[in-house]
């Protein structure tokens, strides 16, 4: 299985990496381990990436998944773009603004997003997109109508 997910701690943190937060997996009826999950990678736009691969055993008859805020009790931390998917699987998810329905974001195979902004007409005017470095813009056009 591969699990991954994005986090966020509520203070500012001038850190490399989050240390207030951890995702434990318990498998019920099996004898197979997952080890506590923290975060790891490069803190991009804020967020701090969780992945981790571990194997299910035939045993196992149902998982937890329990996130957990590890620092002083008033610290907040977001959890968000969980995802759980088989190894050999491919997952893509995909982000709709609720009043206009107009696609937002796309989630990739690596749960990192292109994000699609739009003008009050609702075209399509600037695609950017989540890397390791940081989100970057791709794609940016502007138009214009001509006045007589």
Known sequence: ???????????SCT??????NEVVITLTGSSGTIPTL???????????????VFEIDGSASSMNLNLFATGDPTDTVYFDDLRMHSYNGNMK?????????????ELDENNYATFYEYDDDGTLIRL???????IKTIRETRSALLKN
């Open 128 to 134: 950017k997109k989540e890397t390791r470095k940081g």
């Open 38 to 52: 923290k975060p790891s990678g490069p803190i991009i736009e804020g967020w701090q990436r969780y992945e981790a």
């Open 93 to 105: 998810s995909f982000v709709y603004d609720p009043s206009n329905l107009r696609l937002v974001a």
């Open 1 to 11: 299985m591969v699990f991954s997910a994005w986090v966020k701690e509520g203070k």
């Open 15 to 20: 850190c490399s990496t989050y240390t207030n």
